[in-house]
Protein backbone atom coordinates (compact mmCIF):
# COMPACT_ATOMS: atom_id res chain seq x y z
CA UNK A 1 0.00 0.00 0.00
CA UNK A 2 0.94 3.36 -0.76
CA UNK A 3 2.01 5.66 2.61
CA UNK A 4 2.16 9.51 2.64
CA UNK A 5 2.85 10.70 5.89
CA UNK A 6 2.47 14.68 7.49
CA UNK A 7 4.86 15.56 9.84
CA UNK A 8 2.16 16.82 12.39
CA UNK A 9 -1.45 16.01 12.54
CA UNK A 10 -1.97 19.32 14.32
CA UNK A 11 0.22 22.57 14.58
CA UNK A 12 -0.35 25.63 16.21
CA UNK A 13 1.81 28.69 15.14
CA UNK A 14 2.07 32.38 16.32
CA UNK A 15 1.71 35.20 13.72
CA UNK A 16 4.95 35.75 11.84
CA UNK A 17 6.60 32.32 12.72
CA UNK A 18 7.94 30.46 10.10
CA UNK A 19 6.15 27.02 9.67
CA UNK A 20 7.46 24.30 7.85
CA UNK A 21 5.20 21.44 6.66
CA UNK A 22 6.69 18.11 5.74
CA UNK A 23 5.27 15.44 3.60
CA UNK A 24 6.90 12.15 3.02
CA UNK A 25 5.79 9.18 0.67
CA UNK A 26 7.47 6.03 0.71
CA UNK A 27 6.54 4.55 -2.94
CA UNK A 28 9.24 6.60 -5.43
CA UNK A 29 5.90 8.64 -6.85
CA UNK A 30 7.81 11.45 -9.12
CA UNK A 31 4.69 14.07 -8.75
CA UNK A 32 3.96 15.48 -5.24
CA UNK A 33 1.10 18.19 -4.24
CA UNK A 34 0.04 20.28 -1.50
CA UNK A 35 -3.59 21.25 -0.90
CA UNK A 36 -5.45 23.26 1.72
CA UNK A 37 -9.07 22.82 2.46
CA UNK A 38 -11.22 25.39 4.08
CA UNK A 39 -14.72 24.93 4.73
CA UNK A 40 -17.22 26.26 1.83
CA UNK A 41 -13.87 26.68 -0.42
CA UNK A 42 -13.30 23.00 -0.80
CA UNK A 43 -9.57 21.79 -1.79
CA UNK A 44 -7.79 24.20 -3.76
CA UNK A 45 -3.91 23.44 -5.02
CA UNK A 46 -0.99 25.17 -3.73
CA UNK A 47 1.79 24.02 -5.53
CA UNK A 48 3.05 20.68 -6.74
CA UNK A 49 6.25 19.46 -7.84
CA UNK A 50 6.86 16.87 -10.89
CA UNK A 51 10.35 15.80 -10.19
CA UNK A 52 13.59 16.43 -7.55
CA UNK A 53 14.02 20.58 -7.22
CA UNK A 54 11.47 21.06 -9.51
CA UNK A 55 8.01 23.06 -9.13
CA UNK A 56 4.92 24.88 -10.74
CA UNK A 57 2.44 27.26 -8.92
CA UNK A 58 -0.74 25.98 -8.00
CA UNK A 59 -4.25 28.17 -7.91
CA UNK A 60 -3.33 29.37 -4.58
CA UNK A 61 0.89 30.26 -3.99
CA UNK A 62 0.61 33.75 -2.17
CA UNK A 63 2.24 33.49 1.05
CA UNK A 64 3.75 29.81 0.67
CA UNK A 65 6.65 28.49 -0.53
CA UNK A 66 8.41 24.12 -1.64
CA UNK A 67 10.89 22.50 -1.05
CA UNK A 68 11.98 19.30 -2.83
CA UNK A 69 15.20 18.20 -2.26
CA UNK A 70 14.69 13.93 -2.03
CA UNK A 71 12.25 12.56 -3.88
CA UNK A 72 10.17 11.10 -1.39
CA UNK A 73 10.18 14.53 0.97
CA UNK A 74 7.91 17.43 0.10
CA UNK A 75 7.98 20.17 2.33
CA UNK A 76 5.66 23.25 2.46
CA UNK A 77 6.69 26.58 3.92
CA UNK A 78 4.82 29.37 5.42
CA UNK A 79 7.36 32.14 5.56
CA UNK A 80 5.79 34.46 7.61
CA UNK A 81 2.53 32.49 9.15
CA UNK A 82 -1.10 34.80 8.69
CA UNK A 83 -3.86 33.94 10.83
CA UNK A 84 -5.72 33.82 6.94
CA UNK A 85 -3.35 30.89 6.82
CA UNK A 86 -5.34 28.71 9.81
CA UNK A 87 -6.86 26.19 7.34
CA UNK A 88 -6.07 21.87 7.04
CA UNK A 89 -3.32 21.28 4.71
CA UNK A 90 -3.13 17.88 3.04
CA UNK A 91 -0.34 16.33 1.25
CA UNK A 92 -0.80 13.97 -1.88
CA UNK A 93 1.47 11.92 -4.18
CA UNK A 94 0.90 10.39 -7.64
CA UNK A 95 3.26 7.71 -9.45
CA UNK A 96 3.98 9.49 -12.62
CA UNK A 97 2.74 12.78 -14.65
CA UNK A 98 0.12 10.76 -16.18
CA UNK A 99 -2.95 12.24 -15.90
CA UNK A 100 -4.32 8.57 -15.77
CA UNK A 101 -2.59 7.67 -12.03
CA UNK A 102 -4.19 8.03 -9.00
CA UNK A 103 -3.28 10.82 -6.17
CA UNK A 104 -2.76 9.66 -2.90
CA UNK A 105 -3.10 11.61 0.04
CA UNK A 106 -1.87 11.93 3.22
CA UNK A 107 -3.42 12.22 6.87
CA UNK A 108 -3.70 16.13 6.64
CA UNK A 109 -2.06 18.68 8.98
CA UNK A 110 -4.53 20.98 10.99
CA UNK A 111 -2.93 24.60 11.00
CA UNK A 112 -3.84 26.87 13.65
CA UNK A 113 -2.30 30.57 13.43
CA UNK A 114 -2.89 32.54 16.49
CA UNK B 1 -11.17 26.06 -16.05
CA UNK B 2 -13.00 23.23 -15.23
CA UNK B 3 -15.88 23.40 -12.33
CA UNK B 4 -17.06 20.64 -10.43
CA UNK B 5 -19.75 20.37 -8.49
CA UNK B 6 -21.70 17.87 -6.43
CA UNK B 7 -25.28 17.63 -5.71
CA UNK B 8 -26.80 17.80 -2.88
CA UNK B 9 -24.30 19.14 -0.30
CA UNK B 10 -25.39 17.04 2.58
CA UNK B 11 -27.25 13.98 2.51
CA UNK B 12 -29.28 12.32 6.03
CA UNK B 13 -30.40 8.55 5.27
CA UNK B 14 -31.71 5.56 7.17
CA UNK B 15 -29.38 2.13 7.76
CA UNK B 16 -30.08 -0.17 4.58
CA UNK B 17 -31.13 2.51 1.95
CA UNK B 18 -29.37 2.74 -1.41
CA UNK B 19 -28.26 6.27 -2.36
CA UNK B 20 -26.97 8.09 -5.30
CA UNK B 21 -24.34 10.97 -5.42
CA UNK B 22 -23.97 13.44 -8.13
CA UNK B 23 -20.74 14.75 -9.81
CA UNK B 24 -20.92 17.32 -12.77
CA UNK B 25 -18.09 18.77 -14.33
CA UNK B 26 -18.30 21.41 -16.94
CA UNK B 27 -15.30 20.43 -19.27
CA UNK B 28 -15.89 17.06 -20.87
CA UNK B 29 -12.47 16.80 -21.58
CA UNK B 30 -11.31 14.89 -18.76
CA UNK B 31 -8.85 11.99 -18.45
CA UNK B 32 -10.24 10.17 -15.44
CA UNK B 33 -12.74 11.10 -12.79
CA UNK B 34 -12.07 9.97 -9.14
CA UNK B 35 -14.44 9.55 -5.88
CA UNK B 36 -12.97 9.83 -2.55
CA UNK B 37 -13.81 9.64 0.93
CA UNK B 38 -13.46 11.85 4.10
CA UNK B 39 -14.06 10.74 7.51
CA UNK B 40 -13.88 13.98 9.63
CA UNK B 41 -10.51 15.82 10.38
CA UNK B 42 -8.82 13.29 8.29
CA UNK B 43 -7.04 12.82 4.67
CA UNK B 44 -9.06 11.88 1.48
CA UNK B 45 -8.96 7.87 1.14
CA UNK B 46 -9.72 7.28 -2.79
CA UNK B 47 -12.81 5.27 -3.22
CA UNK B 48 -12.86 4.81 -7.05
CA UNK B 49 -10.90 6.05 -10.40
CA UNK B 50 -12.58 6.00 -13.54
CA UNK B 51 -10.70 6.40 -16.59
CA UNK B 52 -12.13 8.26 -19.69
CA UNK B 53 -12.19 5.69 -21.45
CA UNK B 54 -14.88 3.90 -18.93
CA UNK B 55 -18.36 3.67 -17.99
CA UNK B 56 -18.38 2.59 -14.24
CA UNK B 57 -16.27 0.98 -11.90
CA UNK B 58 -17.46 -1.21 -8.85
CA UNK B 59 -16.15 -1.85 -5.39
CA UNK B 60 -18.03 -3.47 -2.93
CA UNK B 61 -21.10 -1.61 -2.19
CA UNK B 62 -20.15 1.21 -4.30
CA UNK B 63 -20.19 1.76 -7.97
CA UNK B 64 -19.48 4.81 -9.57
CA UNK B 65 -20.82 5.58 -13.40
CA UNK B 66 -18.74 8.29 -15.73
CA UNK B 67 -21.23 9.88 -18.69
CA UNK B 68 -18.42 12.42 -20.17
CA UNK B 69 -20.77 14.21 -22.97
CA UNK B 70 -23.04 14.76 -20.30
CA UNK B 71 -20.57 15.96 -17.78
CA UNK B 72 -21.97 14.21 -15.25
CA UNK B 73 -20.52 10.94 -12.75
CA UNK B 74 -22.34 9.30 -9.85
CA UNK B 75 -21.50 7.17 -7.07
CA UNK B 76 -23.90 4.69 -5.96
CA UNK B 77 -23.79 3.22 -2.30
CA UNK B 78 -25.87 0.41 -2.20
CA UNK B 79 -27.51 -0.90 1.37
CA UNK B 80 -25.94 1.81 3.34
CA UNK B 81 -24.31 1.64 6.65
CA UNK B 82 -23.91 3.82 9.74
CA UNK B 83 -19.89 3.78 8.95
CA UNK B 84 -20.47 5.03 5.58
CA UNK B 85 -21.35 8.43 7.44
CA UNK B 86 -18.56 10.71 5.54
CA UNK B 87 -17.52 13.28 3.02
CA UNK B 88 -17.57 12.19 -0.24
CA UNK B 89 -15.78 14.35 -2.82
CA UNK B 90 -15.44 14.01 -6.65
CA UNK B 91 -12.55 15.27 -8.59
CA UNK B 92 -11.13 15.67 -12.24
CA UNK B 93 -7.38 16.50 -13.17
CA UNK B 94 -6.62 19.77 -14.57
CA UNK B 95 -3.57 20.14 -17.57
CA UNK B 96 -1.47 21.11 -14.66
CA UNK B 97 -1.42 17.30 -13.21
CA UNK B 98 -3.39 18.01 -10.34
CA UNK B 99 -7.18 17.53 -9.35
CA UNK B 100 -10.06 20.25 -8.62
CA UNK B 101 -12.42 19.28 -6.33
CA UNK B 102 -16.12 19.41 -5.58
CA UNK B 103 -16.97 20.86 -2.49
CA UNK B 104 -18.47 17.64 -1.44
CA UNK B 105 -21.40 15.38 -0.19
CA UNK B 106 -22.03 15.31 3.59
CA UNK B 107 -23.58 12.26 3.92
CA UNK B 108 -24.96 10.96 7.43
CA UNK B 109 -26.41 7.34 7.71
CA UNK B 110 -28.57 6.77 10.77
CA UNK B 111 -29.11 3.47 12.59
Known amino acids: DVKVTQSSRYLVKRTGEKVFLECVQD?????MFWYRQDPGLGLRLIYF???????EKGDIPEGYSVSREKKERFSLILESASTNQTSMYLC?????????????FGPGTRLTVL | KQEVTQIPAALSVPEGENLVLNCSFT??????LQWFRQDPGKGLTSLLLIQSSQREQTSGRLNASLDKSSGRSTLYIAASQPGDSATYLCAVPNSGYALNFGKGTSLLVTP
Open chain 1, 92 to 104: ASSRTALLTDTQY
Open chain 2, 27 to 32: DSAIYN
Open chain 1, 27 to 31: MDHEN
Open chain 1, 49 to 55: SYDVKMK
